[in-house]
């Protein structure tokens, strides 16, 4: 069973930026996409973005145009680059299959807090 690490998480202020790492102990390069997703407190979790093997990332509206979701299959590694960050993306953020896939098991998450 692959496992996944989430790392890069910290307090940022708003306008700031952070990289999210997300490291599986085995390979994703057949995964055909690969997903981050985010638990804000008292919220259900929520699709992100995803990044296919092949093809266009996808991205849910309200981080359009200032995350990008990348992979690196040799490194087994799927990155999520956050510019302008707002208050209300402050979540735990975890990364697995994209949906429609089977789920890994769930890694502990990397949390993520905009706040002046």
């Known amino acids: 069973q692959v496992q996944l690490v989430e790392s890069g998480g910290g307090l940022v202020q708003p306008g700031g930026s952070l990289r999210l790492s997300c490291v599986a102990s085995?390979?994703?390069?057949?995964?055909?996409?690969m997903g981050w997703y985010r638990q804000a407190p008292g919220k259900e979790r929520e699709l992100v973005a995803v990044?296919?093997?092949?093809?266009?990332?996808n991205y849910a509206d309200s981080v359009k145009g200032r995350f990008t979701i990348s992979r690196d299959n040799v490194k087994n590694t799927v990155y999520l680059q956050m510019n302008s960050l707002k208050p209300e993306d402050t979540a735990v953020y975890y990364c697995?299959?994209?949906?429609?896939?089977?789920?890994?098991?769930w890694g502990q998450g990397t949390q993520v807090t905009v706040s002046s």
């Open positions: 085995g390979s994703i390069f057949s995964i055909n996409a």
């Open positions: 990044v296919p093997r092949g093809g266009t990332t």
């Open positions: 697995n299959t994209a949906p429609g896939i089977r789920f890994f098991a």
